[in-house]
């Protein structure tokens, strides 16, 4: 069965950096594209950032140029790299893949960015 695990959220203060994982089981994780959504408290989910199996990359306005998405496909594993964070990169931070048609998630990871 398809799992996504995160991991890797906690406080950071403003201008800091983190770094979430999520590892991947249950699929041939080098053949399907992988996302980052985060959801705020009383917002929709959003798409944060995408990387095609091919390794080609997308963001959101928002994060261009201090989110930096990455796979090791020996590992199954995404990475998100966070830096300069804000007040408005505190969510739950969620890895994402659709494999054959169905959306899979993980549970979500907090971030939460504070002085």
């Known amino acids: 069965q398809v799992q996504l695990v995160e991991s890797g959220g906690g406080l950071v203060q403003p201008g800091g950096s983190l770094r979430l994982s999520c590892a991947a089981s249950?699929?041939?994780?080098?053949?399907?594209?992988m996302k980052w959504y985060r959801q705020a408290p009383g917002k929709e989910r959003e798409l944060v950032a995408a990387?095609?199996?091919?390794?080609?990359?997308n963001y959101a306005d928002s994060v261009k140029g201090r989110f930096t998405i990455s796979r090791d496909n020996a590992k199954n594993t995404v990475y998100l790299q966070m830096n300069s964070l804000n007040a408005e990169d505190t969510a739950v931070y969620y890895c994402?893949?659709?494999?054959?048609?169905?959306?899979?998630w993980g549970q979500g990871t907090q971030v939460t960015v504070s002085s």
């Open positions: 994402n893949s659709r494999v054959f048609m169905k959306d899979y």
């Open positions: 990387i095609a199996s091919a390794g080609i990359t």
């Open positions: 249950g699929f041939t994780f080098s053949s399907y594209a």
